[in-house]
């Protein structure tokens, strides 16, 4: 089936972003948004991958993580001085570096040469990191329930705004205060996009933080009647649960789009659309986006 080709890359515009990549379960994720600097997991790793300087890993299995470390490999064969930035869980960070220690010794690289990475361990404890090349944007990981520890990241805007109180003063008395020393100007943080590599459906709940996102990119590896609890099974989303999400969550979805991803290698193409379709409520079809 031609939509199973991992470097088959999909690329959806949606508004002044661009969603380029591939993610079918078991076969590969990777999702470069260009525009932002930023790629999420790292399944394969295409050349147009090797212009992003920030990559964010979601956890440890192999469709989602097995090509980060041909990512930093090629950017310095091609000469790409700039060493890309990598966010990934902190507990899997040790196993990373063991993992690319452990590459190079099997290529014959004598043990004092070998190099890793410089891998940036967040812990899903909300705080907010500053993008090392992209100083007006921050990412905020959260934790998301599957059968290995993972994250979720949402990229946030960072931007000063004027404050409140100031909002009725007129130009030349906003300057005033200005000049008299005083900060007119909060510092203020804007979803842009949130990511999920894989997760349960129970954290489309427990994290409804997500629906504020303007972009939410989610999966949804299972879509067929009576698959349910295979879906919770594997710590995967049922098409049936994210439903379920957007009837609770309801006027409170500010999702401009929705993207689906990471469907069943056992679906052809015309399955996951007529499932898809038939599964979702009328009132939210036009903010679905699907990448195959």
């Known amino acids: 089936m031609d939509h199973l080709n991992a470097l088959q890359q999909i690329n959806l515009s949606l508004g002044n972003l661009t969603i380029s990549g591939f993610s079918i379960s078991g076969l590969a994720t990777y999702v470069q948004v260009p525009e932002l600097g930023v790629c999420f997991d790292m399944g394969e790793c295409p050349l147009s991958a090797l212009s992003i300087d920030h990559v964010f890993l979601t956890h440890a299995h192999g469709d989602h993580a097995r090509c980060l470390p041909r990512h930093w490999q090629l950017r310095r064969m091609l000469g790409n001085a700039k060493p890309a930035a990598y966010f990934v869980p902190e507990s899997i ?86 000049k008299s020393g005083t900060d007119v100007q909060v510092h203020v943080e804007e979803p842009v996009l949130t990511f999920i590599g894989d997760c349960d459906g129970v954290t489309l709940l427990e994290q409804d933080h997500i629906w504020a996102s303007p972009i939410l990119i989610l999966e949804a590896t299972f879509l067929d009647a009576g698959e349910e609890e295979l879906a919770r099974r594997k710590g995967h989303t049922h098409l049936f649960e994210i439903v379920r999400a957007l009837e609770t969550i309801d006027d409170r979805v500010a999702c401009e789009h929705i993207v ?12 996951v659309l007529e499932l898809v379709a038939a599964a979702l409520p009328e009132r939210f079809r036009d903010r679905i986006r699907i990448l195959l």
């Not at 190099?115 to 944007?137: C, M, N, Q, W």
């Not at 689906?260 to 399955?271: G, I, N, Q, V």
Request: aromatic share 10%; proline share 6%; charged share 30%.
């Open 260 to 271: 689906l991803k990471h469907f069943s290698m056992r679906y052809a193409r015309e399955r």
């Open 93 to 178: 960070r040790a196993g990373l570096e063991g993992w690319i220690r452990a590459e190079a010794q099997f290529e014959g690289v004598p043990d004092e040469v070998i190099e890793t990475p410089i891998f940036h361990g967040l812990t899903g404890d909300a705080t907010s990191v500053t993008l090392p090349y992209r100083k007006d944007l921050r990412v905020r990981a959260f934790p998301v329930r599957h059968t290995v520890p993972s994250l979720g990241y949402t990229i946030l805007a960072h931007k000063r705004k004027l404050r409140p109180e100031y909002k009725e003063l007129t130009g030349e008395e906003i300057a005033r205060l200005r």
